[in-house]
């Protein structure tokens, strides 16, 4: 199975949660989906993560996030079809004051 990223059109950045903000979360999260005909996202469940901790604290941020992105939807003679098993990175990383 490979991976390689979608061209994302839309949605916001990572929403990071503020136990994992407190608790200096980062982490990347690898998430699985369906990217419907017209490019949202539906049925999305985490694949990986880049450690157990950011798995526990990061993986619904990711899935929240995820479903706020729209991709450009796969194509099949000219016609947007939906596509299961889309994979995506989201990365998380502190954005807080040093004081």
Not at 21 to 26: E, F, R
Not at 38 to 47: A, I, K, N, R, W
Not at 59 to 88: D, E, M, N, R, S
């Amino acid at each position: 199975e490979g991976y390689a990223p979608w061209t994302q059109i839309g949605g916001i950045g990572p929403i990071e949660p503020s136990e994992a903000q407190v608790q200096n979360g980062t982490g990347t999260v690898r998430t699985g989906s369906t990217v419907n005909p017209g490019g949202s996202v539906s049925s999305p469940h985490v694949t990986r993560a880049s450690s157990p901790q950011a798995r526990r604290m990061l993986g619904q941020a990711a899935l929240q996030t995820i479903l706020q992105w729209k991709f450009f939807p796969q194509k099949v003679q000219g016609k947007p079809v939906a596509t299961k098993g889309v994979c995506q990175d989201i990365k998380f990383q502190l954005s807080g004051n040093d004081d």
